[in-house]
């Protein structure tokens, strides 16, 4: 007979290894997927490594690609430290960058440095009042938040193709339904090759893990998450922590919205948050919500959307790849945590197996 | 009077899906799991059933295929959350992920084909003898395909499986409190994998619906959310699946009635209608937490992993 027991103490050794073996084990179970393509798993991964790091061109894209990356998964992992299942990144992202393009459009002649403070605030107020239309419902009402985040989601992408199809479509783009580009102005400029996105992010890591770790909003956070009965007693405000923490949250992925309007597409479209939203969730959740364990992890799956493109070309694998073998790590990680908490103990006395301790 | 009828049955008809993923989450929520990963079983569904149905022409086969998949996808979300015991939110989502993933990867060479001829004509709308007759309801509710009768039958067996016989009672025991359940010598385990799969199983069905009969081809993501939307149904419908009928045909309404009024002398832009399920699930799930109530509460044990040891 055998049974699990709670370990006592988790140390961090073990620990690590049952997350290693469990990524080891996802690649794996990834590569059996490749081999029903009839394709070979170890040189479908090479590639996958020369697409994103291969070549400074490859690199710099995938670099690009962590940028969004990095900021939203800061920004739902402050959400998350309170228990808050902020699935709405991608409408938030969605509404930053509408209003930082809103900016854009409105002030097309004013001074680079400014018209971009003023995008980023933009980003911020749209992301961020995206996300507090659910968390005043979760702080009134307790409403179920994760569902309400997601329909946002919908909510934002049918307002942006609205503007896209209709008052913002673009009269010199001859018929085809898109908005036109920014001014020069209104475009992030390049440090070392890649745009300044690299640098917000950066420095949004270092803030959050500074907001969660050292001030007092990011502990009472914490201790929400935590329990709500104990954040009580400690005399935090429960409604006020919420509508904070979305809101920062929320103007995180704003940011980030704002950075890929600007920098990437230099104009807004229905594509601009293109899944990072959804990514995030599940590199918040694999960095167990630590804010440079986002920096290494973003930076991972970035080479992961990158290779998974490198690939389509080379193995005409579908990019759709790409989201299964996150889905896979993301399955075994979450599977392991089961034995990081619990260990298995073979039974040598049958005898005990009526009383139970 | 005639353009009403239409738009009623219509209205069916887009929440046939929405309604068989209700009825796998109602069923799969009871069992006090909380399955995020209704799009994704759906997805998997679909892709499964459409090429099933486009290599076999078989309806059977199809709907059998469907079936496996949308269960194939639960069974990862129940063995992760029931027997290794992992946040039931986290791996919804994931699971979402996946089942988006694998529908796009193995739908790359369905896009663009069409059901078969004899699977579509399998689910052509047929009257039924004497309820059709009846005026209004039966124009509306009774000049169906088979797929949206089955929605019926299933949704009034479930109901009657839930509230009128042991297993059901055991059921709703297992979601509610799983301990005392557990000391009543119930299989906590047994009852989740089951109800789960179940679930999954409905879920993929409803997918399938999609695919082979609602539009009737191959579509990348083809489901566009309604897994969410069932999500906010089951909230919705207060965990009973005979209020899913009532609440999955009120959102098939709201889904089409933006296209439905092209045409008409209402000028509102169709992107703007498109918000109105999302909308109106928004208010529905506020009004619903607003005037809370011990009846329309969710399963007690909803998301709680169970395990004995800590009892």
Redesign the interface.
């Known amino acids: 007979m055998f049974r ?3 370990r006592s103490e988790v140390n961090s050794r073990t620990s690590t290894k049952i997350r290693v073996i469990a990524i080891l084990l996802a690649l794996l179970a990834s590569g059996i997927f490749i081999l029903l393509l009839s394709l070979n798993p170890l040189s479908v991964y090479g590639s996958m490594l020369k697409g994103a790091f291969g070549d400074p061109y490859k690199f710099k894209q995938t670099i690009i690609k962590a940028i969004p990356l990095v900021i939203t998964s800061l920004g739902v992992t402050i959400a998350f430290k309170m228990q808050f ?1 902020n ?1 709405g990144g991608e409408g938030q992202m969605i509404m930053g960058a509408f209003c930082a393009s809103a900016v854009a459009f409105k002030f097309p002649s004013m001074p680079k440095p400014l018209l971009l403070i003023l995008m980023i605030i933009g980003g911020v107020i749209g992301g961020g009042v995206w996300s507090l239309i659910p968390a005043f ?1 979760k702080a ?5 938040e ?3 985040t ?3 989601n ?2 934002a992408l ?2 942006v ?2 503007l896209q ?2 008052p913002w479509k673009d009269p010199k783009a001859k018929g085809f339904p898109k908005i036109a580009n920014f001014e020069e102005n209104a475009v992030l400029p390049k440090l070392f090759g890649i745009h300044l996105g690299w640098v917000i992010a950066l420095a949004m890591v270092v803030l959050v893990y500074i907001f969660i770790n050292k001030t007092k909003k990011g502990y009472e956070i914490s201790v929400l998450g935590e329990s709500e009965n104990t954040a009580k007693y400690a005399g935090i405000n429960v409604n006020k922590t919420i509508i904070i923490a979305l809101f920062i949250s929320g103007g995180l992925c704003g940011v980030a919205g704002m950075i890929q309007a600007s920098a990437v597409s230099n104009t807004l479209s229905t594509e601009v948050a293109g899944g990072v939203g ?1 990514t995030a ?2 590199v918040s ?1 694999l960095s167990f919500l630590s804010a440079p364990a986002i920096l290494l992890v973003s930076i991972l799956f970035a080479a992961l959307l990158q290779g998974g493109a490198f690939i389509q070309i080379v193995y005409g ?8 073998l ?3 790590i ?2 075994f990680v ?2 392991s ?2 034995f990081v908490r619990y260990k298995l103990v073979v039974k040598k006395e049958l005898a005990v197996e009526g009383g ?1 301790a | 009077m005639a353009l009403v009828i239409s738009f009623l049955a219509a209205a069916v008809v887009a929440g046939t899906p929405l309604l068989f993923a209700t009825l796998g989450e109602v069923i799969t929520e009871r069992a006090g799991n909380l399955n ?1 990963g209704v799009e994704g079983m759906m997805l998997m569904g679909a892709v499964a059933g459409f090429s099933v149905g486009l290599s076999t022409k078989s309806v059977i086969l199809a709907l059998l295929a469907a079936m496996a998949a949308g269960a194939a996808g639960a069974l ?1 979300f129940a ?2 959350t029931i ?5 039931n ?3 919804g ?3 979402t ?2 089942g ?6 193995f739908g ?1 060479e369905l896009v663009g084909k069409v059901t078969p001829d004899n699977v579509k004509a399998f689910f052509a709308p047929v009257a039924v003898t004497g309820l059709s007759k009846i005026p209004f309801i039966g124009e509306v509710f009774f000049k169906q395909d088979p797929f949206v009768y089955l929605g019926y039958v299933l949704a009034i067996l479930l109901g009657i499986y839930l509230y009128n016989t042991k297993a059901g009672l055991n059921l709703r025991a297992v979601g509610e409190n799983p301990a005392a359940a557990d000391a009543a010598s119930i299989n906590i385990t047994l009852y989740k994998y089951i109800h789960v799969l179940l679930g999954g199983a409905l879920c993929g069905l409803g997918g399938a619906y999609l695919s082979l009969v609602y539009v009737p081809a191959w579509q990348e993501n083809v489901t566009a ?1 309604r897994g ?1 939307i069932a ?2 149904l089951v ?1 919705f419908s207060t965990w009973s699946p005979y209020k899913a009928i009532f609440g999955s045909y009120l959102f098939g309404g709201l889904d089409i009635i933006g296209f439905r009024l092209q045409g008409t002398s209402i000028h509102v ?1 169709q ?2 209608f ?2 109105l399920p ?2 109106v ?2 208010i529905v ?2 009004v619903v ?2 005037r ?1 109530n011990k009846k329309n509460a969710p399963p007690q044990g909803l998301g709680v992993p169970y395990f004995r ?2 009892r």
């Open positions: 699990f027991v709670k299942w699935i419902f009134r009402w307790k409403t179920n994760t569902i309400v997601l329909m946002m919908y909510i049918k307002w193709t609205y199809y209709g959804f969730i599940i959740w694998i579908p990019n759709a790849a790409a989201l299964i996150q889905a896979m993301l399955f979450l599977g945590e089961f139970r | 995020l990862i063995f992760l027997t290794l015991r992992a946040n939110v986290v791996s989502l994931t699971l992920i996946f988006s993933g694998v529908s796009t990867m790359k959310g969410w999500i906010a909230i832009s992107y703007v498109d918000m999302y909308l699930t928004i799930l506020v937490s607003a809370k040891e800590e």
